[in-house]
């Protein structure tokens, strides 16, 4: 059966079968490219075949570039209680990136491989999965890497900040305002870091991610009132020095422009 299966020179890096009840003669199989052997690097691909009196037939596929799969602890579960269990992978790359850590949530639909997290894209990636309001059905929480390389900031405080994706009528779509505790959990602890920042790029960087958790809890306003406080801090090491006031106004007018195109 593998052996059918293995061709154009990838090979079965992990596979399930039968899929689940639901589909007792599917396979879902995880293959992967020889990255040496191959012009294009690394390659990995998802597959779904089915197995019957007629032979091995391929449904479906989605090829994923750069990045290595593997099946998700929640795999084959029902993770959206839509009564249907999903195909759940992680995806990664070495790196340090914050798209290389991402997962896929899909189903089987009418013979066809559907990507449910597919809704999310761009500079969004799907990260993790939560059930945030304990009602059985996982969230997507999906990192926001428009700003990862900001103003050449060091990436451990690059202004990172994360959107919430909430399963409704089949379909997985924006709901980051429904769940304020949970941005307010992490605009507190910003908060606690605050007066231990030494560093201006630091501190920078800690402002930027509280002004976009008060956003995406939909306090912009907020945001903003908080934001220009801290950039006009007395703290002696961060206002006044000459890194500090050359990009200041850049930084002001960057986020005018871009809070709110999340939507």
């Excluded at 399930?16 to 293959?31: Q, R, T």
């Excluded at 602890?73 to 269990?85: A, K, P, V, Y």
């Excluded at 900001?150 to 990172?160: D, G, I, R």
Aim: charged share 25%; aromatic share 10%.
């Amino acid at each position: 059966m593998l052996e059918e299966i293995q061709r154009d020179g990838f090979e079965v890096r992990d596979y399930l079968y039968p899929y689940n009840e639901g589909f007792p003669n599917d396979l879902v199989a995880l293959l992967e490219n020889d990255p040496v052997q191959s012009a294009t690097g690394l390659v990995s691909e998802l597959r779904i075949y089915r197995l019957d009196s007629q032979g091995t037939q391929l449904l479906s596929s989605e090829v994923v570039a750069g990045m290595r799969l593997a099946f998700h602890e929640l795999n084959n579960t029902d993770i959206n209680g839509d009564g249907s269990r999903e195909i759940v992978i992680w995806k990664g790359c070495s790196g340090t990136a914050w798209s290389c850590q991402q997962i896929g949530v899909y189903q089987i639909r009418e013979n066809r491989l559907i990507n449910l997290s597919k809704p999310i894209t761009g500079s969004l990636f799907p990260g993790s999965l939560v059930d945030l309001d304990q009602d059985g059905s996982l969230e997507i929480i999906a990192i926001e890497t428009r700003w990862e390389t900001y103003e050449h900031l060091p990436h451990p405080v690059a202004p990172s900040v994360e959107e919430i994706f909430a399963w409704s009528n089949g379909s997985y779509r924006r709901a980051s305002q429904e769940y304020p505790d949970y941005y307010q959990k992490k605009i507190n602890h910003i908060e606690s870091l605050m007066d231990q920042i030494e560093l201006p790029y630091d501190y920078l960087g800690n402002s930027i991610k509280l002004l976009l958790n008060y956003d995406r809890m939909g306090q912009t306003e907020r945001g903003w009132e908080e934001f220009e406080r801290l950039l006009q801090t007395e703290s002696p090491s961060i206002v006044g020095t000459d890194v500090w006031q050359t990009i200041k106004d850049p930084i002001l007018e960057d986020f005018k422009i871009e809070l709110g195109q999340h939507d």
